[in-house]
């Protein structure tokens, strides 16, 4: 730790004296300098490089692109090298046979189901060496966010591109039914009202839809303080079973049966895309995604957009929703001035200034809440105030183990299944009898993870 602190203070040293004062600072270049209190013993012509893995593909390629370029404009003490490694389970496979060797990265984004994956890894070493080393103040950041990728005590990995599932709806077509549509409907029981009487007044519209995707039952569940899995979603022991109720767990099935039973509901399977699309061409007026997806939509849309929070049992009190996106990893095997140069860069990117960017550019939330009164931000909200409602969502969420979400690297597959057991409500199938293969199988899952770890 020592050791730590006394290259932290040589990488002060040499950013603060390879910063250029030929031209006025940006504010980009202005939080380099604030957020760069560490130093690299190189020679000042010999940048130290951080080989950084992400996922991000497209237009937000384009933007983590534009945050890489700038922190690398504003000093000369390291460059960072960004390399897309294709989808999150792609990347992670890849990391997975080269972690521990020379081939891997210095940093790395991986989603947060992944979080469990990469402690048992042996490959990663926690933030929470540099924060403690440092003294950096972990509390400034968004708490909700936060929370997830913290276990015993320990910040494991910096948060990214965090994102929640909202309800998405055509505010035209709550307009022509006659619906309050600056009202989104809160609870299961007034979406699927809304839904009748959206169908009601144009027989081609359906009312809702809900994607098959085991994220999005995870998040309705936590919206009603349920676990998803036992010992405190696996925050104070390994799980070893599910931990919702029957009654918590039948509860998404049973009112996706409600609607197709009444001739509402828009089944898209496993597709968003094909969800999205079919929003759009206002064959449905209300489906469930990603806070990422509010500038694309609100955007896109030929009608006006609403965005509302995630809907709960309305014989339950609003808990709130679990994080869901990527935080960003440290390798260890490194050298310490390549683990530092990183570590210079993740501070770099909870900045306000760049967090308010990467905020109004993504729909991405901002993890440092300071951005949220940066003027980009505010402009922003100006021109989509739905991605203001996404923040609110959030801020408001009752912190619990429900909402700080689960821990197991069985989750992918356990997601799997969900989907699977959705998909066949979806077509028709016996609700009960979907319920309990979740049940059977993810159980099956977590003691075949458990026993593979020797536990």
């Known amino acids: 730790m020592k050791k730590i602190a006394v290259i932290l203070f040589g990488l002060f040293i040499l950013l603060v004296g390879c910063q250029t004062n030929d031209s006025p600072e940006t504010s980009e270049e202005a939080a380099a300098e604030e957020s760069t209190p560490e130093e690299v013993e190189s020679e000042p012509n010999e940048p130290v490089e951080v080989v950084f893995w992400h996922a991000m593909g497209g237009a937000l390629q384009e933007a983590l692109d534009q945050i890489v370029d700038q922190y690398n404009a504003s000093q000369d003490a390291v460059v960072v090298t960004a390399d897309y490694q294709g989808t999150y389970d792609e990347a992670l496979t890849k990391f997975n046979t080269i972690a521990g060797t020379d081939s891997?990265?210095?940093?790395?984004?991986?989603?947060?189901?992944?979080?469990?994956?990469?402690?048992n890894s042996g490959g990663i070493e926690p933030i929470q060496t540099f924060v403690d080393a440092e003294g950096y103040d972990?509390?400034?950041?968004?708490?909700?966010?936060?929370?997830?990728?913290q276990l015993d005590d320990t910040f494991y990995s910096m948060p990214f591109n965090s994102s929640t599932p909202v309800m998405y709806y055509n505010k035209d077509a709550f307009d022509a039914a006659g619906l309050d549509a600056d009202t989104p409907p809160a609870t299961y029981q007034e979406v699927e009202a809304?839904?009748?009487q959206i169908t009601e007044s144009n027989p081609e519209m359906k009312g809702f839809a809900l994607q098959a995707y085991g994220w999005l039952y995870e998040q309705l569940l936590a919206n009603q303080g349920a676990l998803l899995m036992n010992n405190d979603n696996g925050r104070s022991d390994t799980p070893t079973e599910v931990g919702f109720t029957e009654e918590e767990g039948k509860s998404v099935f049973e009112w996706v049966e409600r609607m197709i039973n009444d001739d509402t509901f828009a089944n898209y399977g496993t597709n968003g895309d094909n969800m999205i699309a079919g929003f759009f061409a206002e064959d449905v007026a209300m489906f469930i995604a990603s806070s990422a997806n509010v500038r694309n939509v609100v955007d896109s849309a030929p009608f006006e957009v609403g965005v509302g929070f995630l809907p709960y049992p309305e014989d339950k009190d609003r808990e709130g929703v679990v994080i869901g996106g990527a935080s960003l990893w440290?390798?260890?095997?490194?050298?310490?001035?390549?683990?530092?140069?990183?570590?210079?860069?993740?501070?770099?990117?909870?900045?306000?200034?760049?967090?308010?960017?990467?905020?109004?550019?993504?729909?991405?939330?901002?993890?440092?809440?300071?951005?949220?009164?940066?003027?980009?931000?505010l402009e922003t909200y100006e021109q989509i105030p739905q991605l203001q409602v996404t923040v609110e969502q959030l801020q408001s969420t009752v912190s619990s183990f429900a909402t700080q979400g689960a821990l197991m690297d069985m989750i992918p597959e356990g997601r799997r299944i969900t989907e699977t057991a959705l998909e066949t409500v979806y077509n028709g199938g016996d609700v009960d009898t979907a319920y309990q293969s979740v049940v059977d199988q993810i159980n099956a899952a977590i003691e075949q993870a458990n026993r593979a770890r020797g536990e």
């Not at 891997?104 to 402690?119: D, H, L, Y």
């Not at 001035?337 to 967090?355: G, S």
């Open 104 to 119: 891997a990265p210095t940093m790395m984004q991986v989603f947060e189901i992944g979080t469990k994956s990469m402690i």
């Open 138 to 149: 972990m509390s400034q950041l968004e708490e909700n966010i936060i929370n997830y990728y």
């Open 194 to 196: 809304a839904s009748k």
């Open 330 to 377: 440290m390798m260890n095997g490194k050298p310490e001035e390549e683990q530092l140069a990183a570590w210079d860069f993740m501070k770099y990117l909870q900045t306000p200034e760049i967090q308010g960017a990467w905020h109004a550019s993504t729909g991405y939330f901002a993890i440092n809440p300071a951005a949220y009164e940066q003027p980009i931000v």
